[in-house]
């Protein structure tokens, strides 16, 4: 129970020393609170200049639902043997997405819109970008016989600037060489490897005041790209088939001009793809027909000769039964024969005709095999065509396709080989039954078995002539009404508010961006900063080693030495160190003759400046205080003094054996009377060794215990030199000092070094040269607050 509750007690302990160390950390921060509001106040003003020089982006969209053909097709099932046409039930979004992307579609859309030409209107907040209507004059670019020499600053050669827009006259300035043109509306300017001629906008609405307008040349290229990347075309929904075209850009007019331009483009690229089929079955009526006039105009001649030449006009009456049993027989071996040439002429197409053309359609082939197979290979073809658009003939789906429509070729003249070769049995078989019928009549008079030959003969030129003009009507009739591809569910449209600049986004940016710059320097400066900082800092390193105080960091014109009944905010961090030094002794062991070592790691912490205020106020106290001098190689105890850096002192005392301590001794002239100085003396050439002589060091200390109450002993840094090390057993406590933002963190390592091997005793440090010292209660009613200018208003 006890281990859990101790346990217990750790886990708070380390839950409120992590609270602790985050607190330090925001404190850390927020000590530089001003800087953070500099920074946010300077990034959000950037922020706000930002929006209001940027150009706003405007988001455009339409919405089309892509048809299928069944859907828009012409239902011909009124007419004898035709079926509706183009009836096709899927439609394949990824292949009508690809083809809005097509570069061909871009093309036209540029030629109709005049997209090589871009306008801007000059104003103090940057050139906007105008069209249409806004537009003062329209510029007609002409083709040129050499191409332009600098491709790299085409754009940049051919920006131009309106010094002044008349109702005639036109004065230009070429922004780029500095040139003025001055051009009449309709005048053909050759120049910077470009011709244009300028035309009166008729559209363009009346403007108040004088404007400065700028133009500038496009290439296609250019174009291309740009439509390509600020058109997006995606599916609405998985199973929808409407597509949302969007484009983003900062003119509301041209945006949806172009929108609604290729939604116009590409919907009579579909109508003409529709009637690709009707067209090329059209064209091969035409073909037959003509052949077909010149055939029974033949035919009819021949009639006329023989009945003028026989003088024979009707059949008479006396065969009427014979014909009536061959008329049956006849009109089988009429239709035969239509379907023997119909097909015919449709082998001989599909063998002559070159790859991957459209097969006409709806003949009057009586074979639903072959037209089955006809309307799928044209499927195929459109399908094909429509892939061909957006991609090239190596293109794994067209290759498959090819394949597909060659098997389907290779089918349909299987079929029509099959299906001639039935014919052509049944034609026999009614030639063998005719026979029979001709045997009777023979009886007949041989002239009218030649009338009745050519008449058969024209009734046979006659039949296929009505069914081929019923099929051209068919063919024309489809193509006139051509069902559109797409319906457009939403024209263009631009919504009000625009999609850029994002001035909330912008503004919290700057915001985080104006908090983020002043942590990333600090934290730049921190990580690199690797001197002690503050106090927190300072105990997070020592872990057990205790602070017995902090001494203020003085200015430069402030006095650095303690006087008598002194009430400085100084005064009081060395008494309430004098405090903390006599808790410490009373706590190692007796209080009388006590010897306090003030040491350090290197020099510029502060120790000898510590040691003499340390000792003057003891020496307030009431107390006997003797100040030993001890760093032999580098003293600075006498220049607080103005004495001679020789004056006679500890050197010179360790030096002679047989001499007394009390000569050595100088009274203070600070006016503290109980304060006794025992300089360094002259600089000896073997510090090391003259400390070494312990006995006679110790023998110092133990004699100079007899006359004062508190000896300060400034010792060599600890460092650099071992000489402190070499009397540290004579300290009863030893002050070390660190001071903020001068000592290394490296150097906090060493003083727990010396704790743990005990080289010095009751090391307890000394924080020196403490910014704001006061936040830690010092000179409380003993000093006036520094008035500071209103400006400064964080201090």
């Known amino acids: 129970m006890k281990e859990i509750m101790e346990e217990q007690q750790g886990l708070q302990e380390s839950h409120a020393a ?68 183009f009836n096709y039930s899927k439609v394949n979004l990824e292949n009508e997405i690809q083809i809005f992307k097509s570069k061909r579609l871009h093309r036209e859309v540029i030629r109709r819109l005049q997209l090589h030409t871009s306008f801007y209107k000059a104003s103090s907040f940057g050139d906007e970008l105008i069209f249409g209507e806004q537009l003062p004059f329209l510029v007609e670019w002409l083709p040129v016989s050499q191409p332009v020499n600098d491709k790299k600053n085409e754009a940049q050669a051919l920006m131009f600037e309106t010094q002044g827009v008349t109702d005639t006259v036109v004065r230009l300035l070429h922004t780029e060489s500095g040139k003025q043109l001055k051009l009449n509306y309709g005048d053909t300017i050759k120049a910077f490897n470009r011709a244009f001629v300028l035309h009166p906008n008729l559209k363009k609405k009346p403007v108040e005041g004088e404007a400065t307008y700028k133009f500038s040349y496009q290439s296609e290229a250019e174009l291309l790209n740009y439509l390509a990347i600020e058109i997006t075309i995606q599916q609405v929904g998985d199973k929808s088939d409407i597509l949302r075209l969007q484009i983003n850009g900062p003119n509301t007019l041209k945006n949806e001009a172009i929108i609604n331009t290729l939604i116009e483009v590409f919907n009579e690229d579909g ?54 049993k061959e008329a049956t027989s006849e009109a089988e071996r009429f239709r035969i024969e239509t379907q023997l040439a119909i097909a015919s002429d449709f082998q001989d197409l599909v063998q002559k005709q070159t790859a991957f053309e459209l097969l006409p359609a709806n003949l009057g082939i009586e074979n639903a095999s072959i037209n089955e197979l006809t309307a799928s290979y044209n499927e195929l073809i459109i399908e094909r065509n429509r892939l061909l658009i957006s991609s090239t003939q190596e293109n794994p789906m067209v290759r498959q396709l090819s394949t597909k429509l060659e098997q389907l070729k290779r089918n349909i003249l299987t079929s029509l080989n099959a299906y001639l070769g039935g014919l052509q049995t049944s034609y026999r078989r009614l030639e063998q039954r005719e026979g029979r019928y001709s045997g009777e009549l023979n009886r007949l008079p041989q002239k009218e078995k030649e009338l009745k030959t050519i008449l058969r003969q024209q009734g046979i030129k006659e039949r296929l002539y009505l069914f081929l003009l019923q099929k051209r009507e068919e063919a024309a009739l489809s193509y006139a009404v051509a069902s559109p591809s797409i319906k457009v569910v939403d024209y263009a449209y631009t919504p009000p508010k625009a999609i850029a600049p994002k001035k909330q986004i912008i503004l919290l940016a ?104 340390l000792a003057k106020i003891f020496a307030s106290f009431s107390k006997k205080v003797l100040l030993v001098g001890c760093d032999l190689r580098n003293p600075q105890l006498h220049s607080y003094f103005e004495l001679d850096k020789n004056i006679p002192g500890l050197s010179n005392y360790l030096q002679d054996d047989a001499a007394e301590l009390a000569p050595y001794i100088t009274q203070s002239s600070s006016n503290f009377e109980n304060l006794d100085i025992l300089f360094s003396g002259s600089v000896p050439p073997n510090p090391a060794e003259l400390l070494s002589r312990n006995e006679r060091f110790s023998q110092l200390i133990k ?93």
């Open 18 to 85: 992590e609270g602790e160390h985050i607190k330090y950390l925001l404190l850390k921060y927020l000590r530089h609170w001003p800087w953070f509001i500099v920074s946010v106040l300077a990034c959000i003003l950037v922020a706000l200049i930002y929006i209001k020089y940027t150009t706003p982006v405007y988001q455009t969209a339409s919405e089309v639902k892509v048809l299928k053909d069944d859907e828009g097709g012409v239902d011909l099932s009124g007419l004898s043997d035709a079926t509706t046409m």
């Open 510 to 613: 700057g915001f985080i961006l104006g908090l983020l710059i002043p942590f990333g320097i600090l934290y730049v400066k921190f990580l690199l900063d690797t001197r002690i900082g503050d106090r927190e800092m300072l105990e997070n390193y020592l872990g057990d080693i205790p602070i017995i105080g902090e001494i203020p960091l003085l200015e430069d014109s402030d006095y650095k030495l303690i006087t008598q009944h002194d009430q400085s905010i100084l005064a009081e961090a060395f008494r309430i160190v004098r405090t903390n030094i006599m808790g410490q002794l009373r706590r190692n062991g007796p209080e009388q003759n006590q010897v306090v070592f003030v040491t350090s790691s290197i020099k510029g912490e502060g120790k000898t400046f510590s040691s003499l205020n």
């Open 271 to 324: 109508v003409d793809d529709k009637r690709l089929v009707s067209k090329r079955t059209q064209d091969f009526v035409e073909g037959r027909l003509a052949l077909l006039v010149s055939e029974l105009d033949t035919v009819e001649s021949g009639l006329v000769d023989f009945k003028e030449t026989n003088d024979v006009v009707t059949v008479e009456s006396s065969v009427q039964d014979l014909f009536t």
């Open 703 to 795: 004699d100079a215990k007899n006359h004062y109450d508190y000896i300060i002993v400034d010792t060599a840094p600890t460092i650099y030199v071992t000489d402190s090390l070499l009397i540290a057993d004579n300290a009863d406590l030893t002050v070390y000092m660190v001071k903020q933002e001068h000592t290394d963190k490296r150097l906090i390592d060493h003083i727990k070094n010396l704790k743990q091997k005990k080289q010095f005793p009751h090391i307890s440090v000394l924080f020196n040269g403490v910014k704001n010292s006061s936040n830690y209660g010092y000179g409380y009613g003993y000093h006036a607050e520094k008035d500071y200018p209103r400006w400064m208003f964080w201090k």
